[in-house]
């Protein structure tokens, strides 16, 4: 495993702190879990192993994970409220102490039933917030032919909103999978847990793209990044976020306007035009309909929107 949960103790004991670093070396190897899942994991169980040392008085063993009481859970969850963590963080932290624990038993390691006493605290429900076509339109057409940065950037928000990337996926694509990209029109796309698609590419996306490369100052290898930051390495996520930010107060658009607010759209200005919900669930990557059903609700609710503007009566 190469991530930080190398190199910490996670506030426990030898013996407890072993058994965490193999359930999320488990994680990575067998379940595929991102790198960013195991990083979270990790930062979740060190949290809880600092609360138990001073909740204890000493770095939590294995036998002191097998007797904490579901009260001794919910003090930990209390005293994060406290830290001004939210319920969507809370479940996220609680759901990763239960799998770590579902891993020990599995193994007959331990056996704690107090987590089975415990609630997961409510996640108030958010429906996505995408752009309407017109503010997606503005994000993606390029004002300045001469800028190689900007040119990039409009590349990479063409091929969000085009393709319905993550920003982590359309970052994390290399230069050598251009020429696939332009004799297919497609991307082959591995998103999370490992999960591979297929998704298609519109010429104007492959378009942005030539328009970025001709301006590019930098050499680009097969084997090496597509898009590029200022100094020549891979952009970064956050490049992209503070270009959003500059674009919101200038295109006059809503916080919302987000790089993911570009995926939520594609799919929200596709289920409007009439695509099958499970054609989007296989273009967005998602494991379950349930996720892509969300997106129902945000049509729905542009449709009452328009409704109650447009009524005589409303």
Partial sequence: MTSNADYISFHMASDAAAQITGWLQHLMSTR????????AYARDLSQFGSFLAGHLGHAAKLSDLATIRAIDFRRFLAERR?????????????????????????????HNPALSALRSPKIP????????????????????QTDWVNARDVA????????????????????????????SLALVIQGKGGKT??????????????AYLQLCPFELKPDGPLFLGVKGGRLNARNIQLVMQKLRGYLGLPDTATPHALRHSFATHLLSAGVDLRAIQELLGHASLSTTQVYTEVDAAHLLKQYASAHPRA
């Fill in 32 to 39: 595929r879990s991102s790198r960013h899942t195991i990083e």
């Fill in 82 to 110: 406290k830290q001004g963590v939210g319920s969507t963080s809370l479940a996220r932290q609680l759901s990763a102490i239960r799998s770590f624990y579902r891993y020990m038993e599995r193994r007959e390691i331990l």
């Fill in 125 to 144: 429900h958010a429906i996505p917030k995408p752009l309407n076509v017109r503010a997606a339109t503005k994000l993606t057409t390029n004002k300045d």
């Fill in 156 to 183: 990479v928000m063409t091929l969000l909103y085009a393709c319905g990337l993550r920003i982590s996926e359309c970052l994390g694509l290399d230069y050598g999978q251009l020429k696939d990209m332009r004799s």
């Fill in 197 to 210: 698609r297929h998704v298609p590419v519109l010429p104007v996306a492959i378009d942005a793209i030539d």
